[in-house]
Each structure stands twice: as structure tokens, then as C-alpha cells.
């Protein structure tokens, strides 16, 4: 690999780690001055690798690079002083003796510090995700602008009140209390789980998958297993859902980045480890006597790892989402609810349970009605695929939409239910 190469990488997997433990060391008042730092000393690597050549341990040189950027900026600032000195001992009178712990176990501590810091309940869930992409994943201005469908004046401006918020209510990057955790946990969680949901369905014009963004939802989550304090069950179960939905994603879209739907997916190309993973996850969720909405998410999920169309499967899936919309409403998953209860109960019996949800700006809504009425009433299908098609968000599911519109047959049968 050559430094052209190499550095972006290291860039995207050691700037969040090195920010992360120098933000600890600063205080949460001198962030940007850690993003400084860490962004500087790739800036050294750009500069230097190309002549002198890549180091035998290209990692360990980024470390001692940032650790003598951190003490000369420590010696030339007044942080050293008024914050860093009184925390270490007394004869430790200069920056220079100073030890900058970058330890695999100090850099994981202070990563999921600094998640429970930027999650804390002050800060609005996108300002939240907002901080996450750029400290804790490494993600530029603009990378999060383009997740957001925004503008970069927009993102500065939320990621900057975020920060002062912080500050202004004065929060330490650190565990929170026993009494706590468990509260601040479900907000830490909630985030990954909505940055795992804007990669896995995007609203972007371009593509509807951001591969990058489930991967950094996961890291985030592999943090919290990591710890004996945040490894519970929400936590196994968020990670078994990410892993199940993950197994799928090269398979749900082509060469030309068009959406394959679930039944014409190629099985051969999910992937099998990712899909052991999950089944781990889910099983260790399971030793806790409760279930979350994240477990009955993730138990829906494994699930549609199984491509057989059996009776069996969707009577399951279907309990399952009774037992979900009982625990925590919403309307997406009574869509989905419908689908399979048409698979388990039959057609007839879904339509009028759809219908009742009158979701008549959702397009995911109209594509199931088309899909319903298939064979029961082929004159409604066209005018449901044409309703969705105006309500579609981005230009790959505009292409999927219209494909089925151009392919309707319709056929001859009586404007009212046949059967199924």
C-alpha cells in the first residue's frame, strides 16, 4: 500500500482515536485544539512519507507524532496550568515529563467517554450525531452535510452550539455514575441506532445506501460490548440487528446503485459471518429476562437471513411485530406489520388492515397496496405504483418504482376482491 493510499486510511481509523484521548487530557473547553492536533499530525505524515518513506509501524509513529504536538502545545498554553497540572503529581512539573497515555485500553476508555459526553441529553439527537461522525468517526464538514442533506455553514454552525452547550453545562468526558449509566445509555444508543438507520436508508438524491455510515454505527456499538459497564442486552441486541441488516446490503443493490428488493436478493452474495455474528449477539440478548426494542428488531431481522418463504417464518414475524407495536408504536413498522400479515393470514385480511393506516404521504405505503392488490384487484395496482412514484425521494427508488409501472399487465377481473 503507498502513503497515497495508507494515509487516508489511518486517517479514517487513528485521527477519532487520537482526538478522542487528547480531548480527554484538554477538557471538553479545548476540543478543537485536539482536532487541531490530530488533523496536524497527519498533515506531518502528507509531508513527510512521500520522501523519507512509510515507517516500519506507520500507527506507533502517528502516536509519537501527536504525543510531542500535545506536550509543546501543553508547554505554550495556559491548559497546562490552569488544568492539566493539578491533576498530575507534584513533581511533575513540566509538559515535557509529561506521559500522554495512548495505550490500546486509555484510547477505547476515552472513545466511549467521549460518546456518553456527546450524548448527553442537553444536545439534540442530530447535533449528536453531528459530533459522533466528526470526533468519534473522523468524518469531514462536508461527509456530514452530505448525510444530513445539508449545507456545511449549516453543520459548522450545529456542530459549534453542540460544543458550547457542552461546555455550558459544564460536562466531563467521562463514565457517568452507576445511577445513571443505564438512563444516558438509552440516548448513547438511540444515536448509534438513528446513524445506522440514515446509512441503511438514505434520503440522499444519489444513492439510498451509505455503507461507511452503518460501519462507523457499529463501531460505536463494538465500543459499549467492549465494556463490562454498557455490555447489556440493548446493546447485544442493537448490535445483532446491524449485523443482520449488514449481511444484506451488497445484495440489495446492483452495479448501477438500483435497489433489489428482498425477494429477487441473490443469497450468495449475504454474507455468512456477518450473519453468525448476529446470531451471537441475539443469543447473548437473550440471557437477560427482557425484550427490548432492539431485540424484537433484531429477532425480525434474523429472520429475513432465512430466504425460505415459509408459513412458519411469517407467522413468526408477524408475532413479532405485534409484540413490538405493543411495546413502541409507530407506523413504519405497522406497514411492515401488514406485509407480513398478508404472507401469514392472506391477502384479503392485510388490504383492509393497510388501508386503515392511511398513510397517504409515504410511498413505502402505496408500493404495499400495489403489492397487495396483486391477483386480488390488478386495476388498482397501476394507479398505487403511480402514487408512490411521485412520493418516492430519491432517483434509485424512482428507477425501481417506475420498472414495476412499465411492467404491469393488467388484467380482466371485477373491480372488487376475488380472493387470494
Known amino acids: 500500500m503507498t502513503e497515497t493510499q495508507l494515509i487516508p486510511h489511518l486517517f479514517r481509523t487513528e485521527y477519532s482515536r487520537i482526538t478522542a484521548v487528547l480531548s480527554k487530557l484538554f477538557g471538553l473547553d479545548n476540543v478543537e485544539a485536539a482536532e487541531d492536533l490530530a488533523s496536524e499530525t497527519f498533515l506531518v505524515a502528507v509531508e513527510t512519507w ?18 510531542n504536538k500535545a506536550k ?4 505554550h498554553h495556559q491548559i497546562f496550568s490552569d488544568k492539566i497540572a493539578v491533576q498530575v503529581k507534584s513533581e511533575i512539573s513540566s509538559a515535557d515529563k509529561m506521559e500522554i497515555d495512548l495505550s490500546e485500553k486509555n484510547i477505547t476508555d476515552s472513545q466511549l467517554q467521549m ?3 456527546i450524548c448527553h441529553p442537553s444536545v439534540s439527537v442530530e447535533s449528536q450525531i453531528s459530533l459522533a461522525l466528526r470526533i468519534l468517526c473522523g468524518f469531514g464538514i462536508d461527509e456530514i452535510a452530505d448525510a444530513f442533506l445539508t449545507n456545511k455553514v449549516t453543520i459548522s454552525k450545529r456542530i459549534f452550539r453542540a460544543k458550547e452547550k457542552l461546555r455550558n453545562q459544564k460536562v466531563e468526558i467521562a463514565f457517568p455514575g452507576n445511577d ?3 438512563n444516558r445509555l438509552e ?12 446509512g441503511y436508508y438514505s434520503e440522499r438524491e444519489d444513492t439510498v445506501i451509505r455503507k461507511e455510515l452503518c460501519l462507523e454505527a457499529m463501531k460505536l456499538n463494538y465500543l459499549l460490548l467492549q465494556n463490562e459497564q454498557t455490555n447489556n442486552h440493548s446493546t447485544n441486541a442493537l448490535m445483532a440487528l446491524m449485523c443482520f441488516h449488514t449481511s444484506r446490503i451488497d445484495a440489495r443493490q446492483n452495479e448501477n446503485g438500483e435497489l433489489i428488493l428482498y425477494e429477487n436478493q ?10 453468525e455474528k448476529g446470531n451471537y449477539h441475539l443469543q447473548k440478548a437473550a440471557e437477560w429476562k427482557v425484550a427490548s426494542k432492539y431485540f424484537l428488531e433484531a429477532s425480525i431481522a434474523y429472520w429475513h437471513t432465512i430466504k425460505e418463504d415459509s408459513k412458519e417464518k411469517w407467522e413468526n414475524i408477524l408475532r413479532l411485530y ?9 407506523p413504519i413498522a405497522a406497514l411492515n406489520r401488514t406485509f407480513a400479515l398478508s404472507k401469514a393470514c392472506g391477502k384479503r385480511e392485510a388490504i383492509m388492515e393497510a388501508e386503515k393506516l392511511k398513510l397517504d404521504q409515504n410511498h413505502f405505503y402505496f408500493l404495499l397496496l400495489a403489492e397487495l392488490y396483486k391477483d386480488v384487484d ?16 430519491t432517483q434509485a427508488e424512482r428507477k425501481v418504482i417506475q420498472a414495476k409501472i412499465d411492467s404491469v399487465t393488467f388484467q380482466q377481473t371485477p373491480n372488487n376482491f376475488t380472493g387470494n
Open 115 to 117: 460518546l456518553f459526553a
Open 72 to 75: 509543546n502545545y501543553l508547554k
Open 180 to 182: 445513571e449509566i443505564e
Open 378 to 393: 390488478n386495476t388498482k395496482i397501476k394507479p398505487n405504483l403511480e402514487k408512490a412514484l411521485t412520493l418516492a425521494k
Open 50 to 67: 512521500p520522501y523519507k518513506g512509510i515507517p516500519k509501524n506507520p500507527t506507533a509513529w502517528l502516536y509519537t507524532v501527536a504525543k
Open 322 to 330: 405485534n409484540y413490538l407495536l405493543q411495546l413502541e408504536y409507530s
Open 187 to 198: 440516548t448513547v444508543l438511540r444515536t448509534i441506532y438513528l446513524l445506522y438507520s440514515e
Open 266 to 275: 441473490e443469497e450468495s452474495l449475504w454474507n455468512k459471518e456477518l450473519i
